[in-house]
Nanobody, 125 residues
Framework: QVQLVESGGGLVQAGESLRLSCVAS????????MGWFRQAPGKEREFVAA????????VYADSVKGRFTISGDDAKNTVYLQMNSLKVEDTAVYYC??????????????????WGQGTQVTVSS
């Protein structure tokens, strides 16, 4: 059974950095894209970034381009999200997810079939 476990969230001030980690187990990951999503209170879950294991193809939401970097370590089955220059509006629960199909790398939430439990990121002003 596929399991995804996020960590690294916390409370930081605006302008600071955090690095989130997502450890995957119980399935095949090197053939599937992994993504990060986030959900703020009262808002829908939204795409943040995605990466394909094989070619390192990455996709970012416009709101995080230039500030966030997604990367993967296939030897550790771990995906990271480095978040720099954090803003108050980045406050949310961050989730990692694995794509359902091996040829998909993108921002469509419905294309991801496995989800972690989330980690809270709070950015204060």
């Amino acid at each position: 059974q596929v399991q995804l476990v996020e960590s690294g969230g916390g409370l930081v001030q605006a302008g600071e950095s955090l690095r989130l980690s997502c450890v995957a187990s119980g399935g095949t990951f090197t053939s599937y894209a992994m993504g990060w999503f986030r959900q703020a209170p009262g808002k829908e879950r939204e795409f943040v970034a995605a990466i394909s294991w094989s070619g390192g193809n990455t996709v970012y939401a416009d709101s995080v381009k230039g500030r966030f970097t997604i990367s993967g370590d296939d030897a550790k089955n771990t995906v990271y999200l480095q978040m720099n220059s954090l803003k108050v509006e980045d406050t949310a629960v961050y989730y990692c997810a694995r794509a359902k199909y091996s040829d998909y790398v993108g921002d469509n939430l419905s294309e991801y079939g496995y989800w972690g439990q989330g980690t809270q990121v709070t950015v204060s002003s």
